[in-house]
């Protein structure tokens, strides 16, 4: 046995998967999926008593006990170890409670024989007993590795009562369901086959060793399966990212070409422009030159006319006529001799850029309509949002035709009992080949689509598409189990921040990642000291930049700034307005507060950043397990985890409406976790038994559904939280199979 991996995973081994606490009388079904007692018996009471009970966890179907009282199905012993391994593990930080007189205690000690806790006064009177003195005890504080070994396999005892002190030490093959003690033997089974139950453990684990042989070689073979798609996966991963490279570096060239020519053209228009300038500012120099001589003239004339005598004017006549005819023989300069430079494009290569591109993936082998193709997801899936769009393209990379407005473009869209509806069209005003075929959906389902070129079908035509409002598909995976950075052990709360870093809390720490799966940093550990956590599960990112998590555990809310440093805490264990007991989920209202589900208390909480507590709704009177809520607008949407609903109040304690229930189908939940709002106006609910991811407008109308149970990608196991990227893609904690998967709506 691993006992450091044992003690790792003690608590998440110990814990219920119910109620979320430490297994208390546990029992196990037959599906071996083991819960508390009291769990069971609400469990079967909620579903209506029936003959079957439906294990919680898997679905699976277990027989009610022929007496009809649940306390009668099997104890499960190994896990009442592991609850009394967990209490001496825990032992610092919690009391133990004495086997004998009840009370806690910080100081008890064990008793192997016994398999009972003692405290200190309870233990004089232990030691003091004849019978007990070649007992084994050990002081909790003193527990080694090999001493918690012995307390998981310690002895198993008799169930019935009056023989609670009586080993389990017998096996009754004509009462194949029994393991029973000497006592039994004598009192219930006389004249039974009675063996040793360890020669019958021994008979039994052969006869599982061959059982095992068939399923073993059938996951050797789906392991084998998976490697090969693995690395189909890499190697269409490598293709494309070489692909991309490809175009990268053309594309590159291209642009390095274009900005060559660029420059080429912009040096000689600034060179012929500097040649044309200097040539007018010479002739302008020129023109300046025999406007002074003008002005000159003109100045000498009006001085003859008006200063002179008579005499002088006579005198003068003659020269001044000579200069003014001089002058006056000067030319205008003549506008159509001007320098004029224009840009002549290459309009055949723009031509060729719009018609063609710069490239294709894939084209058509000739250019009529009947080889033209509408393109969707694979040719039978429509991409649709808030518009459905189909791409019909014509012609091949040498021979590429585009159609023009004139031609007669026919679309039609029926369901398989051939209602149709109307679809109108756009033609790309650059008539690059394309149509895109855009209709506004009120529908989804499986339909057929018809489109004719001037009468004709396009090739394939008509095609059968399946339109989905919110079509959702898998583009990254990360993580894997364990403990080092990277990894996750049943991964829960997501957080992403401005930047795009997606945080998340697992391992007893907040890890941060970038958006392509790449670790970035971790902060925190086990424990209770500040900045320490126990089973963090709700985070969420301010404006700022600051960090809140709510610290199951330890029942509060630790903050930290971005880079992980601690900064404060509100809360603590109790049931005041200030106070939570075992907090979950955290989301941010539209003032920047803090809303907390205080799922122990029963209460939706408001806190102001600095942790002060605001207000409150909720109560057991109308939630019964929150385990998480977001605001929009005015309204608050809350995962009511027992109630199988979601829940639309206000702050004011007024519940406007509720939807969903117990179920599996379209818009019920097998215990809905955390919320999260998208730009649309989309409610994506963490459907957590059910493995999937329910989608809803805000006033709870079902749109569609995303994964299923697997490990596969794109598929879940107990996905319990979603949050967004800015482009709009999904990331989701796939708490069962310790990764986090992102989705792209297209």
Same mark, same amino acid.
């Given at each position: $046995?691993?006992?450091?991996?044992?003690?790792?995973?003690?608590?998440?081994?110990?814990?219920?998967?119910?109620?979320?606490?430490?297994?208390?009388?546990?029992?196990?079904?037959?599906?071996?999926?083991?819960?508390?007692?009291?769990?069971?018996?609400?469990?079967?009471?909620?579903?209506?008593?029936?003959?079957?009970?439906?294990?919680?966890?898997?679905?699976?179907?277990?027989?009610?006990?022929?007496?009809?009282?649940?306390?009668?199905?099997?104890?499960?012993?190994?896990?009442?170890?592991?609850?009394?391994?967990?209490?001496?593990?825990?032992?610092?930080?919690?009391?133990?409670?004495?086997?004998?007189?009840?009370?806690?205690?910080?100081?008890?000690?064990?008793?192997?024989?016994?398999?009972?806790?003692?405290?200190?006064?309870?233990?004089? &009177?232990?030691?003091?007993?004849?019978?007990?003195?070649?007992?084994?005890?050990?002081?909790?504080?003193?527990?080694?590795?090999?001493?918690?070994?012995?307390?998981?396999?310690?002895?198993?005892?008799?169930?019935?009562?009056?023989?609670?002190?009586?080993?389990?030490?017998?096996?009754?093959?004509?009462?194949?369901?029994?393991?029973?003690?000497?006592?039994?033997?004598?009192?219930?089974?006389?004249?039974?086959?009675?063996?040793?139950?360890?020669?019958?453990?021994?008979?039994?684990?052969?006869?599982?060793?061959?059982?095992?042989?068939?399923?073993?070689?059938?996951?050797?073979?789906?392991?084998?399966?998976?490697?090969? #798609?693995?690395?189909?996966?890499?190697?269409?991963?490598?293709?494309?990212?070489?692909?991309?490279?490809?175009?990268?570096?053309?594309?590159?060239?291209?642009?390095?070409?274009?900005?060559?020519?660029?420059?080429? #053209?912009?040096?000689?228009?600034?060179?012929?422009?500097?040649?044309?300038?200097?040539?007018?500012?010479?002739?302008?120099?020129?023109?300046?030159?025999? $406007?002074?001589?003008?002005?000159?003239?003109?100045?000498?004339?009006?001085?003859?006319?008006?200063?002179?005598?008579?005499?002088?004017?006579?005198?003068?006549?003659?020269?001044?006529?000579?200069?003014?005819?001089?002058? *006056?023989?000067?030319?205008?300069?003549?506008?159509? @001799?001007? !320098?004029?430079?224009?840009?002549?494009?290459?309009?055949?290569?723009?031509?060729?850029?719009?018609?063609?591109? #710069?490239?294709?993936?894939? !084209?058509?082998?000739?250019?009529?309509?009947?080889?033209?193709?509408?393109?969707?997801?694979?040719?039978?899936?429509?991409?649709?949002?808030?518009?459905?769009?189909?791409?019909?393209?014509? *012609?091949?990379?040498?021979?590429?035709?585009?159609?023009?407005?004139?031609?007669?473009?026919? =679309?039609?869209?029926?369901?398989?009992?051939?209602?149709?509806?109307?679809?109108?069209?756009?033609?790309?005003?650059?008539?690059?080949?394309?149509?895109?075929?855009?209709?506004?959906? @009120?529908?989804?389902?499986?339909?057929?689509?018809?489109?004719?070129?001037?009468?004709?079908?396009?090739?394939?035509?008509?095609?059968?598409?399946?339109?989905?409002?919110?079509?959702?598909?898998?583009?990254?995976?990360?993580?894997?189990?364990?403990?080092?950075? &990277? $990894?996750?052990?049943?991964?829960?709360?997501?957080? #992403?921040?401005?930047?795009?870093?997606?945080?998340?809390?697992?391992?007893?720490?907040?890890?941060?990642?970038?958006?392509?799966?790449?670790?970035?940093?971790?902060?925190?550990?086990? &424990?209770?000291?500040?900045?320490?956590?126990?089973?963090?599960?709700?985070? =969420?990112?301010?404006?700022?930049?600051?960090?809140?998590?709510?610290?199951?555990?330890?029942?509060?809310?630790?903050?930290?700034?971005?880079?992980?440093?601690?900064?404060?805490?509100?809360?603590?264990?109790?049931?005041?307005?200030?106070?939570?007991?075992?907090?979950?989920?955290?989301?941010?209202?539209?003032?920047?507060?803090?809303?907390?589900?205080?799922?122990?208390?029963?209460?939706?909480?408001?806190?102001?950043?600095?942790?002060?507590?605001?207000?409150?709704?909720?109560?057991?009177?109308?939630?019964?397990?929150?385990?998480?809520?977001?605001?929009?607008?005015?309204?608050?949407?809350?995962?009511?985890?027992?109630?199988?609903?979601?829940?639309?109040?206000?702050?004011?304690?007024?519940?406007?409406?509720?939807?969903?229930?117990?179920?599996? *189908?379209?818009?019920?939940?097998?215990?809905?976790?955390?919320?999260?709002?998208?730009?649309?106006?989309?409610?994506?609910?963490?459907?957590?038994?059910?493995?999937?991811?329910?989608?809803?407008?805000?006033?709870?109308?079902? =749109?569609?559904?995303?994964?299923?149970?697997?490990?596969?990608?794109?598929?879940?196991?107990?996905?319990?939280?979603?949050?967004?990227?800015?482009?709009?893609?999904?990331?989701?904690?796939?708490?069962?199979?310790?990764?986090?998967?992102?989705?792209?709506?297209?």
């Amino acid at each position: $046995m691993d006992i450091p991996k044992l003690l790792f995973n003690l608590r998440e081994e110990a814990s219920c998967p119910v109620c979320q606490d430490i297994l208390k009388d546990p029992r196990y079904l037959s599906c071996l999926h083991s819960f508390c007692l009291h769990c069971l018996i609400n469990w079967h009471r909620a579903s209506g008593g029936q003959v079957d009970l439906s294990c919680p966890k898997c679905q699976g179907r277990s027989r009610v006990p022929a007496t009809g009282d649940l306390k009668d199905l099997p104890t499960s012993f190994f896990l009442s170890g592991f609850i009394d391994a967990l209490a001496i593990k825990e032992s610092d930080k919690t009391q133990v409670t004495c086997g004998n007189c009840d009370r806690k205690s910080s100081k008890t000690s064990y008793c192997f024989e016994c398999c009972k806790f003692y405290c200190d006064e309870c233990l004089i &009177g232990h030691n003091i007993m004849r019978g007990y003195k070649d007992h084994r005890v050990l002081a909790v504080k003193e527990f080694k590795e090999k001493d918690y070994e012995v307390v998981v396999k310690r002895p198993v005892f008799c169930p019935r009562k009056g023989h609670e002190k009586e080993e389990l030490k017998f096996f009754c093959k004509i009462c194949p369901e029994y393991s029973i003690c000497q006592t039994c033997v004598i009192l219930h089974h006389a004249g039974h086959n009675v063996t040793l139950i360890q020669e019958e453990a021994e008979a039994q684990k052969i006869e599982l060793a061959d059982l095992i042989q068939t399923p073993k070689k059938t996951l050797k073979a789906k392991m084998k399966m998976v490697t090969q #798609i693995d690395k189909d996966y890499a190697q269409l991963v490598q293709r494309s990212e070489g692909m991309l490279r490809d175009v990268d570096v053309f594309v590159d060239n291209l642009m390095k070409r274009l900005q060559e020519e660029r420059q080429n #053209i912009r040096a000689s228009v600034e060179n012929e422009t500097k040649k044309s300038l200097e040539s007018l500012t010479t002739k302008k120099a020129a023109i300046q030159q025999e $406007m002074k001589e003008i002005e000159s003239a003109l100045e000498k004339a009006e001085k003859l006319l008006i200063q002179s005598t008579d005499a002088e004017v006579v005198q003068l006549k003659k020269p001044l006529q000579t200069i003014l005819e001089r002058v *006056g023989q000067l030319e205008p300069v003549d506008p159509e @001799s001007l !320098f004029e430079l224009v840009f002549m494009e290459n309009k055949k290569i723009l031509k060729t850029i719009n018609h063609r591109g #710069i490239g294709l993936l894939k !084209f058509c082998s000739a250019t009529d309509a009947s080889e033209s193709v509408a393109e969707g997801k694979g040719l039978c899936e429509g991409t649709v949002g808030r518009e459905a769009q189909f791409i019909l393209t014509t *012609g091949n990379a040498s021979t590429r035709q585009c159609y023009n407005k004139n031609d007669n473009v026919t =679309v039609d869209l029926r369901d398989e009992q051939g209602q149709g509806c109307l679809i109108t069209f756009l033609v790309n005003d650059n008539k690059d080949g394309t149509y895109k075929i855009s209709y506004f959906p @009120s529908f989804e389902g499986k339909f057929n689509l018809s489109v004719k070129v001037n009468g004709q079908h396009i090739r394939g035509s008509p095609f059968s598409v399946f339109i989905n409002f919110f079509n959702v598909k898998p583009v990254l995976s990360f993580g894997k189990q364990g403990s080092n950075d &990277g $990894m996750f052990i049943c991964p829960r709360g997501l957080a #992403i921040n401005s930047r795009d870093e997606i945080a998340v809390t697992s391992n007893h720490k907040v890890q941060i990642f970038d958006c392509k799966g790449n670790f970035l940093r971790s902060f925190g550990r086990q &424990g209770s000291d500040k900045g320490q956590f126990q089973y963090p599960k709700g985070i =969420v990112f301010t404006k700022d930049g600051n960090i809140y998590i709510a610290d199951c555990g330890n029942h509060r809310i630790q903050t930290f700034n971005e880079e992980g440093r601690y900064v404060s805490m509100f809360g603590g264990k109790g049931s005041l307005d200030s106070q939570l007991k075992n907090p979950w989920g955290l989301s941010l209202d539209s003032s920047g507060n803090i809303i907390v589900s205080d799922r122990g208390n029963k209460f939706i909480k408001l806190f102001s950043p600095d942790g002060k507590y605001l207000t409150k709704v909720g109560g057991p009177s109308s939630l019964s397990d929150p385990v998480h809520c977001v605001q929009s607008d005015d309204y608050l949407i809350v995962s009511d985890f027992g109630d199988y609903r979601i829940k639309v109040c206000t702050w004011e304690g007024d519940y406007h409406y509720q939807f969903g229930t117990r179920g599996t *189908g379209n818009g019920h939940f097998n215990l809905p976790c955390f919320l999260s709002v998208t730009k649309s106006g989309h409610v994506l609910v963490c459907d957590r038994y059910n493995h999937r991811v329910q989608v809803f407008e805000l006033n709870g109308k079902f =749109v569609t559904k995303f994964g299923k149970e697997g490990s596969n990608f794109g598929e879940f196991k107990y996905p319990v939280s979603a949050a967004l990227l800015s482009n709009g893609q999904i990331v989701v904690s796939d708490n069962g199979n310790h990764r986090i998967q992102i989705f792209d709506k297209p």
